[in-house]
C-alpha cells in the first residue's frame, strides 16, 4: 500500500511566477485535503475535495490559489502571481474515514 | 477560527524517561489524532481516538481523548532517541470524519542520549 506522494518535494521560483504542486493520493482514499505550514506553525487547511468536488476552501486560500481534482484521483495546488509570504510547506493528506494520511510535502520558497 | 493549545512548547528529556504532553482547546472535538513530524517531512499519524474517556495506545505511546472532549493527552513511556521531532494534536469537529484538521502549534521533543 503506497503512501500519499508529493511532487515536487522543493521549489524555488521568483516572486511573480505562477507554479504548481501535485498531490496522489492513497489510491481508495476518496477525500483529499491541502494544507499549508509555516515555520513553528502546524499545519493550516486550505480546501478539501471528495471525489472531484471541491467541498471546502479556507479563508486562507485567496484568489491566487486554486486548487483541482479531476476523475478524483490526483490533485494539483496551482499559486498565479507568488508573492514572498507563500513560502512555506505545502502538504497533502488523504482519507477514507477520519483518519487522515499526509504526504511529504512540497516545500516552496520564493525570492 | 479554532484554536488548540499545546504544552509543553518544547521539552529535553534524558533518554529512557518517560514524556507527558496535552492539547486544549475551547471548542469540543469530535476526533482526536497526534502525529509525529520530522524536519522536512509530512506529519505522521501516531494514534487516533474516536470517544470521550478512550485511552488507546501504540507500542511505547499512549493517548487519550478527554472526558470534556476538549483535551487529549500523549504519553511516550522509556524514550529514544528517534523519539525526537515535533508531536501535533489535531481535532476535527465534524461526526462523519469529513471535515478538516484543526492543529496546534506542536511540542519539540529531544531526547539526550
Known amino acids: 500500500d503506497t503512501g500519499v506522494s508529493q511532487n515536487p518535494r522543493h521549489k524555488i521560483t521568483k516572486r511573480g511566477q505562477n507554479v504548481t504542486f501535485r498531490c496522489d493520493p492513497i489510491?481508495?482514499?476518496?477525500?483529499l485535503y491541502w494544507y499549508r505550514q509555516t515555520l513553528g506553525q502546524g499545519p493550516e487547511f486550505l480546501t478539501y475535495?471528495?471525489?472531484?468536488?471541491?467541498?471546502?476552501k479556507s479563508r486562507l486560500l485567496s484568489d491566487r490559489f486554486s486548487a483541482e481534482r479531476p476523475k478524483g484521483s490526483f490533485s494539483t495546488l496551482e499559486i498565479q502571481r507568488t508573492e514572498q509570504g507563500d513560502s512555506a510547506m505545502y502538504l497533502c493528506?488523504?482519507?477514507?474515514?477520519?483518519?487522515?494520511?499526509f504526504g511529504p510535502g512540497t516545500r516552496l520558497t520564493v525570492t | 477560527g479554532q484554536q488548540l493549545n499545546q504544552s509543553p512548547q518544547s521539552m529535553f528529556i534524558q533518554e529512557g524517561e518517560d514524556v507527558s504532553m496535552n492539547c486544549t482547546s475551547s471548542?469540543?472535538?469530535?476526533?482526536w489524532l497526534w502525529y509525529k513530524q520530522d524536519p522536512g517531512e509530512g506529519p505522521v499519524l501516531l494514534i487516533a481516538?474516536?470517544?470521550?474517556?478512550e485511552l488507546t495506545s501504540n507500542g511505547r505511546l499512549t493517548a487519550q481523548f478527554g472526558i470534556t472532549r476538549k483535551d487529549s493527552f500523549l504519553n511516550i513511556s522509556a524514550s529514544i532517541p528517534s523519539d525526537v521531532g515535533i508531536y501535533f494534536c489535531?481535532?476535527?469537529?465534524?461526526?462523519?470524519?469529513?471535515?478538516?484538521?484543526?492543529f496546534g502549534k506542536g511540542t519539540r521533543l529531544s531526547v539526550i542520549a
Open positions: 475535495f471528495q471525489n472531484e468536488a471541491q467541498l471546502e
Open positions: 489510491s481508495e482514499h476518496n477525500r
Open positions: 481516538l474516536y470517544k470521550a474517556g
Open positions: 471548542s469540543i472535538f469530535n476526533t
Open positions: 489535531a481535532g476535527q469537529l465534524g461526526n462523519s470524519g469529513n471535515t478538516p484538521l484543526v
Open positions: 493528506a488523504s482519507s477514507r474515514a477520519y483518519e487522515q494520511y
